[in-house]
Nanobody, 128 residues
């Protein structure tokens, strides 16, 4: 059974940075594609960034392009989301998600329906 645990959220001022981590247990991260999603109060969950199993293919929502970076460290069984130049509209609960992918050269997945495994989320609050 896959377990995902996010960490690294918190309160930060506008323009600040945070690095979210997603630790996988129970499975090997190298066999999984990963995604980061977020949900703000009163809004639907949305994709933030995604990375393929190989790490070659990445996707970023337009709202975070150039500010956020997704990465993975298979040796540590962990994925990361580096968030720079944070804005108040980035305030949300951030979730990591994983999908076991048989194809090493597969693409990143951007739909939340594609991910069967989810973490509990970590709160990110950007104050102005």
């Amino acid at each position: 059974q896959v377990q995902l645990e996010e960490s690294g959220g918190g309160l930060v001022q506008v323009g600040g940075s945070l690095r979210l981590s997603c630790a996988m247990s129970g499975r090997t991260l190298s066999m999984h594609a990963m995604g980061w999603f977020r949900q703000a109060p009163g809004k639907e969950r949305e994709i933030v960034a995604a990375i393929s199993r190989s790490g070659v293919d990445t996707y970023y929502a337009n709202s975070v392009k150039g500010r956020f970076a997704i990465s993975r460290n298979n040796a540590k069984n962990s994925g990361y989301l580096q968030m720079n130049s944070l804005r108040p509209e980035d305030t949300a609960v951030y979730y990591c998600a994983a999908r076991e992918e048989t194809r090493y050269t597969g693409n990143a997945f951007i739909s939340d329906a594609a991910y069967p495994d989810w973490g509990q989320g970590t709160q990110v609050t950007v104050s102005s």
